[in-house]
């Protein structure tokens, strides 16, 4: 029986990114080191977000005795929201901002974003996602007209494989038989990158500016 599957897709990982309201007016220089950095920015937009906005964003923070000056210091003045993509790009994001504590960053990983941008524990000029599930839930509060591709799990990603991956590298390991290159995980690599049948596209789409 023939298994019906959607059209192939490429799931690239997207990590939400906020500059605080301390630093807005470097956004441009840090949108520069972003973009050098390998991330495509699929969306942005500046906002000003209340009090209450906060709070709701941060409610994973809720309790804690930093939290009232969390919310104020959120809401003291317009950020800039942007979704960012790119292979694990919440991983590479995290490590490009360093240690939550500007101090720390300071001394640990002084060439990081927040150790550059960030004034202290919790002025620390930028966010990321912690986690997939964090990414989602950020993406959707910011961007709420955005949706969130499923990543395909169980017998779905099975499927997927079988149909649209696995038919492509036996094509290419046939050829490198044949070939016998010198080195042929370089010429595997190079070959998989020029054959890749679902190379994925992705466009910048720049958000209203809204204050």
Known sequence: MKVSMPLPQIYVEKTLALIKPDIVDKEEEIRDIILRSGFTIVQRRKLHLSPEHCSNFYVDQYGKMFFPNLTAY?????????????????????ELLGPANSLVAKETHPDSLRAIYGTDELRNALHGSNDFPASEREIRFMFPEVITEPIPTGVIAKDYLNLYVTPTLLQGLTELCKQKPEDPFIWLADWLLKNNPNKPKLSYFPGPEEH
């Open 74 to 94: 959120m809401s003291s003045g317009p950020l800039v929201a942007m979704i960012l993509a790119r292979h694990n790009a919440i991983s590479y994001w995290k």
